[in-house]
C-alpha cells in the first residue's frame, strides 16, 4: 500500500484539497434509476420456499420428536426470471421484481393522465422515497391495475424491504381473479424479506384460502408452506404467531403426533411467548393418552422409564424374545388399554417432566434475550433515519450473540465434545439477528460490513452475497460500500469480479476519482501498468475542463510513470502539458522540480534551475515562490560545479527575500486596499522574517535537514487499506516540506 499511497508532494499534500472536491462532488451523486429487469436472484441466508426446516438443536437432553416431519410433495411455485440489460440494470434488485406478462399493458387500455408525470418524477429521483409513495396512492386511487402492476414493481424492486407493499401486490393479484400471479407476488416477496412473519402468514392465509383443499397434494403444499416458514423465520423472537398458527392447522388436520412434532420444536426456541407455547403444549399432553401423541419409538422409552419408576424390570421376560424398536409386544393393544388411568397419568407426569427441564433451559435464554428486544423500537424498514440509542441497541445485540458463538464453543472445547451442534445453532441465531438488523437498518452500511465480517469467517460465497445485496439493492448510492466489495474480491483472487464491480460503480458514478485510482490500483498490482497508465491518461484527458482535477490526475499518472514505469521524460512531458493548463498550480511545479531533483544531478543542474526559474515566474504566491528559491539554492550548494554559480543563485534569493520584506512592510504601514495581498504577506511573514534576520556573531548554527524528494519516496504517510478518506479532510494544501527557511547568511555575506 505504500505505492499506492504515495505521491509526489510532501505528505500527502498534493492530494488533499482535490480530493475533499472529489468528495463533496460524490456526495451529491446518485446511481441512476435501477430497471425493472429480472436475472439472478440472491442467496438469502435461508433457502426460500425449498425444503423442511432444519429443527433447531436442542438445548438440553430430550426425548427425540414424536413424529417426522414430513417431505413436502409439492414446491412453493418459482417464478421464472427474465433478464434485461436496459440501463445497466441491477440483476440483484430485478430478482424481486415482478414481470409483466404479454397483454399486461392493454389490460386497461391508456395509463391515467398523471401516472407518466408522476412516474418520471419517481424515476428522477429514486432514492427521495415520498415521490415513491405518491406515484403508488395515484394508481391505487385509479385503480388501474397496468399501473399498479408497473409502479409497484419498480418500487419493490428498489425498496423489497417495504413487506406492507408486497401483501399490496399480492392483494391486487387477487381481487384480479390472478390467483397464481398474487402467489408468485408472495413468493418474489419472501425471498427478498425471507424473516418477514407477516408476508409468511399472508402466504399461506393465500394458499389455504385458494387451493382445492380435497386434493391430498393441497395438504402436502401448505405443510411445506410452513416448514419452509419456521426453516427461514422460526427462530425469530416474534415467530410466535406463525409457530400458534402451524399448531392450530396440524390440530385441524388430527394428526396428534404431528401437533407434538411441532411443539417439541417450538420449546426449544427462544421467543416471545414462550411460556404461553409450553402452557398449551402441557394441556395438549394432558388431554391425550401419551400413545395417542407419542411416536411408538417414543412412547417405547416413555413406558421403559415408567417400568423403572414403578421398580419394574427392563428386561424382556423369560423366553419373551427381544423385539425391533416400536413393535409392541403380545400383551399390548393398539389402544394401550392395559394401562389404569392412574398409570397414563403417572406416564403424563414423566412426559410433562422431561418437557419442563427444556422449558426452563429456553426459559434462560428469553432472559439474556429480554433487555436487547426491548431496546428496539422500530424493527421493520423506513427510510426516516433510527435515533443514535437505536443503532447502539442494534451493535450491542449483535456483539453479544457472536460472543455466545464462541463462548459454547470454548465450553464444548472443554468437556471434549465435537461441539458442532450446539456451535451451528447459535451460528444461526447470529444470521437470524444480522437479517432482523437489515431490515431496520437497511440503509446503514456498518451493518453491512459486521454482517460481511462476520460471514467472511463461515463462508466466502455467503458474504459475497451480503455485498451484492448492500451494493445492488439497498446501498446502490454508497460508493464506499462499492469499494470495499471490489477490495474483498481482490484480497479473494477474484480479479474479474473486482474489475466488474469497479467499472459498474464509475458508469453509476462518472468522475469520481477515488473510483478510478482504485480501478488504476487494480490493474497496477495485477501487473497490467500498461492498463493503469490508459485508465490515468482517459482521466487526464477528460478532466481538463476542471484544472484542479486534471493537475490531481497528472500528478498520479506522472508517478506511476516515473516510479514503475521508469520513463522520466513521459512524466515530465504530463506535467509541463498540466503547468501550461493550469500555471497557478505550485503543487505541478513543486512535482517537477521534485523530479528534476530525483534525476542525474551532475548533468540535470540547467534543469532544475529552468524549473525554479519557471515557478518564480509564475502567477504563484509569495510564499510559495520562496519556497521554490529556497530549493533551488538548496541544489546549487549540494550540487553546484562552480562557487560563482552558488553565489549567482544566493543574490537571487536575497532580491526575493527583499521584495517580499518591502511588501510586508508597506502592508504593515497601513496599506490595505487589497485584502489578498495583505492576506498572502501574511502568510509568508511567517517564513520570510527568519530568513532575512541578519543573526547575532555566534557558532555556526547547523542547517536543518531538507525532506527527501517527494519523487523518490513514499510521501504520503501512512495509510490504512484504500483509506483515501483522510485526503478528503483538509480544506487547503498544507506546506510543502520547508518549514523552516534555509539560513545562508551564515556562510554568505549579505548582498
Request: with cysteine; charged share 25%.
Amino acid at each position: 500500500m505504500a505505492a499506492e499511497g504515495s505521491d509526489m508532494s510532501s505528505n500527502g499534500d498534493v492530494d488533499s484539497e482535490l480530493e475533499t472536491l472529489v468528495a463533496a462532488e460524490s456526495a451529491s451523486r446518485e446511481i441512476p434509476e435501477i430497471p425493472e429487469s429480472v436475472a439472478e436472484i440472491p442467496e438469502p441466508f435461508a433457502e426460500v420456499p425449498e425444503h423442511v426446516a432444519v429443527i433447531p438443536q436442542p438445548m438440553a437432553e430430550v426425548p427425540e420428536p414424536v413424529a417426522e416431519v414430513p417431505e413436502p410433495v409439492a414446491e412453493v411455485p418459482e417464478p421464472v426470471p427474465e433478464t434485461s440489460e436496459e440501463n445497466g440494470g441491477s440483476a440483484t434488485t430485478a430478482a424481486y421484481a415482478v414481470p409483466l406478462e404479454e397483454g399486461d399493458e392493454d389490460e386497461d387500455g391508456e395509463l391515467p393522465v398523471d401516472f407518466e408525470r408522476l412516474w418520471r418524477v419517481a424515476h428522477d429521483n429514486p432514492q427521495e422515497f415520498s415521490s415513491w409513495t405518491e406515484l403508488l396512492q395515484y394508481c391505487e386511487q385509479e385503480g388501474h391495475m397496468t399501473a399498479s402492476r408497473r409502479a409497484l414493481g419498480a418500487f419493490l424492486a428498489r425498496y423489497p424491504l417495504c413487506y406492507g407493499y408486497w401483501k399490496k401486490f399480492a392483494d391486487l393479484e387477487r381481487r384480479a381473479g390472478n390467483t397464481n400471479r398474487a402467489q408468485e407476488v408472495c413468493v418474489r416477496g419472501l425471498k427478498a424479506i425471507p424473516l418477514s412473519l407477516d408476508l409468511w402468514i399472508h402466504y399461506i392465509t393465500l394458499l389455504q384460502d385458494t387451493l382445492n383443499m380435497n386434493l391430498p397434494e393441497s395438504t402436502q403444499r401448505i405443510r411445506s408452506a410452513f416448514e419452509s416458514a419456521v426453516a427461514a423465520a422460526g427462530t425469530e423472537f416474534h415467530s410466535d404467531r406463525l409457530w400458534e398458527m402451524y399448531t392450530e392447522w396440524e390440530r385441524e388436520q388430527g394428526d396428534l403426533r404431528a401437533v407434538t412434532a411441532v411443539y417439541e420444536r417450538v420449546l426449544r426456541i427462544p421467543t416471545q411467548l414462550y411460556s404461553g407455547h409450553f402452557e398449551r403444549f402441557k394441556a395438549f399432553l394432558l388431554a391425550h393418552p401419551p400413545r395417542d401423541v407419542l411416536s411408538p419409538e417414543e412412547f417405547k422409552r416413555l413406558r421403559l422409564e415408567f417400568q423403572q419408576s414403578q421398580g419394574e424390570g427392563t428386561t424382556p421376560a423369560e423366553g419373551e424374545e427381544e423385539r425391533p424398536p416400536g413393535e409392541d409386544s403380545p400383551g399390548d393393544t393398539a389402544a394401550g388399554h392395559q394401562y389404569t388411568e392412574e398409570q397414563v397419568q403417572k406416564m403424563q407426569e414423566l412426559l410433562l417432566a422431561s418437557r419442563q427441564k427444556v422449558y426452563q433451559q429456553t426459559e434462560m435464554e428469553v432472559g439474556k434475550r429480554w433487555n436487547f428486544e426491548e431496546a428496539i423500537k422500530r424493527p421493520y424498514f423506513h427510510v426516516k433515519p433510527l435515533d443514535r440509542a437505536q443503532l447502539k441497541a442494534w451493535h450491542s445485540y449483535l456483539d453479544w450473540e457472536i460472543s455466545e458463538v464462541a463462548l459454547e464453543g470454548q465450553d464444548n472445547a472443554a468437556e471434549g465434545q465435537e461441539g458442532a451442534s450446539v456451535s451451528r445453532g447459535s451460528h444461526k441465531r447470529v444470521l437470524v439477528l444480522f437479517e432482523r438488523c437489515l431490515i431496520a437498518c437497511a440503509l446503514y452500511e456498518e451493518f453491512w460490513t459486521k454482517y460481511v465480517q462476520y460471514l467472511e469467517k463461515h463462508s466466502v460465497e455467503e458474504a459475497r452475497n451480503v455485498y451484492r445485496r448492500a451494493c445492488e439493492i439497498h446501498l446502490s448510492h454508497k460508493h464506499s460500500v462499492h469499494l470495499q466489495w471490489a477490495t474483498f474480491e481482490e484480497r479473494h483472487g477474484n480479479i474479474l469480479e473486482a474489475r466488474r464491480v469497479l467499472e459498474n460503480l464509475e458508469r453509476a458514478m462518472p468522475g469520481l476519482a477515488m473510483v478510478r485510482l482504485r480501478r488504476a490500483g487494480l490493474e497496477r498490482r495485477t501487473g497490467r501498468l500498461d492498463q493503469a497508465e490508459a485508465l490515468l491518461r482517459e482521466a487526464v484527458q477528460q478532466s481538463k475542463d476542471s484544472p484542479s482535477l486534471h493537475a490531481f490526475y497528472s500528478i498520479k499518472l506522472a508517478r506511476l510513470l516515473l516510479k514503475l514505469c521508469k520513463n522520466a521524460a513521459k512524466a515530465k512531458s504530463v506535467l509541463l502539458e498540466a503547468i501550461e493548463l493550469s500555471p497557478d498550480n505550485g503543487k505541478l511545479h513543486l512535482n517537477l522540480l521534485e523530479l528534476e531533483v530525483a534525476g542525474d544531478t551532475r548533468g540535470n543542474g540547467a534543469g532544475v534551475q529552468q524549473c525554479v526559474s519557471r515557478a518564480l515566474a509564475a502567477p504563484l504566491s509569495p510564499r510559495t515562490k520562496l519556497l521554490f528559491s529556497q530549493r533551488g539554492l538548496q541544489f546549487a550548494e549540494d550540487f553546484g560545479a562552480t562557487v560563482q554559480g552558488v553565489l549567482t543563485v544566493y543574490d537571487e534569493h536575497q532580491k526575493l527575500l527583499k521584495e517580499i520584506g518591502s511588501r510586508k512592510r508597506s502592508a504593515e504601514n497601513g496599506d490595505n486596499d487589497d485584502p489578498e495581498k495583505v492576506s498572502k504577506l501574511e502568510d509568508s511573514s511567517a517564513m520570510s522574517a527568519p530568513s532575512m534576520a541578519t543573526p547575532p556573531v555566534a557558532p555556526p548554527v547547523p542547517m536543518t535537514a531538507p525532506p527527501p524528494p517527494m519523487m523518490g519516496g513514499d510521501m504520503s504517510g501512512s495509510h490504512s487499506a484504500y483509506g483515501y478518506g483522510g485526503w478528503y479532510q483538509q480544506q487547503q494544501y498544507g506546506g510543502y516540506g520547508y518549514q523552516n527557511p534555509w539560513n545562508y547568511n551564515q556562510y554568505y555575506p549579505p548582498s
